[in-house]
């Protein structure tokens, strides 16, 4: 059974960065897309990053690009969402969430995600 836990959301200032971690058991995440997205109080849950599997590549949303940084480590047990120069619109709770399709890609549509974590909140003021 596939089980996907979050960790390494809190406080931070603007400008200041976090890594958030998703311990996926049950499989490895080498040969599975997956993602991070978030949701915001009183709003919709979005697409944040997505890892396909093996070297097929990453998709990041507009609002993270260049800021955000998904990877998952050697054995896939681990995926990781690197956040520098946060900002207060990056207040959310941040969920992982994998693909059942094997050798899938990356996807920005939550609808792919077949298996989700809890979620961390991530809270970004002064």
């Known amino acids: 059974q596939v089980q996907l836990v979050e960790s390494g959301g809190g406080l931070v200032q603007p400008g200041g960065s976090l890594r958030l971690s998703c311990e996926v058991s049950g499989r490895t995440s080498l040969y599975y897309g997956m993602g991070w997205f978030r949701q915001a109080p009183g709003k919709e849950r979005e697409f944040a990053a997505a890892?396909?599997?093996?070297?097929?590549?990453?998709y990041y949303a507009d609002s993270v690009k260049g800021r955000f940084t998904i990877s998952r480590d050697s054995a896939g047990k681990t995926v990781y969402l690197q956040m520098n120069s946060l900002k207060p619109e990056d207040t959310a709770v941040y969920y992982c969430a994998m693909r059942d399709r094997k050798y899938s890609g990356p996807s920005r549509f939550g609808s792919e995600y077949d298996y989700w974590g809890q979620g961390t909140q991530v809270t970004v003021s002064s």
């Open positions: 890892l396909g599997w093996s070297t097929s590549g990453t």
